[in-house]
């Protein structure tokens, strides 16, 4: 019998090795790829060339993507004054606003996952996001009645939305929204579809996690999107094959603080006030659209184990990375495909 390292074997191998060379250099050279900052991180955009679509046509597409995302920014972020949450923010007891339909519908679309999450993803946690900021910024806890006042203004029952006059109010003085944890996603969908009405067939949207596959990769690979290790920048836990659906990551990964030698999420549990607890690390949600697999990652981090209920029921997948002793471990829920491939070792060494 041969030996595995009979010379015959060696050349093969090698030749192998060389043309799989070849064709990752080929795919990298028929990809556009840019990646600019945007809504507070890193957005990357990737396009592969096709016939029929060269690289000025995809830079002129990437272009207008990020334009897109450049527009939403201006109308959801409450870093700018200007921004219309940011006006409506400013609203007292009494006054309402007219609002766009786009404005109107994403609020809503908030409103309605309150609900469907128990409280657990709710846009009127801002209050308490700015309380935990200014703990940040002055390294001072607040005071449990810092917390319990803010409290009193959050909870989904506080908005008024009348579909009629496309208008929005407060039933509370001082009730404030966060579009925070939806705005990347629903910036990714609005790219997707900005590419879309362009002509592109298939492209990757990746907003600091918050990630759509459009089509495939190549005629004969699907997207594939690996999932960082929580604590290991530069590994890699779990990959997925994806076409046509959104992939996102919430977690304590890099938007924490640490006070009194804790470790605080940027993710608050409007339910008691509290950044969540460090037992969730992080929770991976894949979806048909990024706006409902943002929310769902979101509120997965606040619930936990218990989260996964509602994944089951909701057209979705997810995958929660949670404390096992000292070392970690992965949960899964919803309708979890074979091309979800989860290096359990990893996370456990
Ligand atoms: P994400 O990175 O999508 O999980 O969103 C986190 C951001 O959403 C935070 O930085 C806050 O601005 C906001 N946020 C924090 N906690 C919640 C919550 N429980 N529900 C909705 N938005 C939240
Ligand atoms: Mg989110």
Redesign the pocket.
Known sequence: MKSAKSPLFLILATVIAAACLIYALRQRENMVEESRLAMGTIVQIKVPLRPGLDKKAADYAIDRAFDEIDRVEKVFSVYRQDSEISRINGLKLGEEMKITTETFSLIERSVEYTKKTSG????T?YPL?RLWQDARMSGRLPAVSEIKKALEKVGAANIILDKTKMTISFAKDGVAI?L???A??YATDRAIKVLQEIGIRDAIVNSGG?IYCLGARSKFRPWRVGIRHPRKSSEVFMELDVMDEAV?T?GDYE?YFTLEGRRYS?????RTGYPVGDYIISATVVSEDTVRA?ML???L??LGREGLKIVDSEKAMAAIVVKDGDKMKVEMAGNVRGSFRVYQKKLSQ
């Open positions: 657990a993803f709710d846009i946690v996001v966060d925070g944890g939806v990347k996603g918050d996102v919430s938007k940027h993710i608050i549990d409007p943002d990652a979101t509120a981090c606040v």
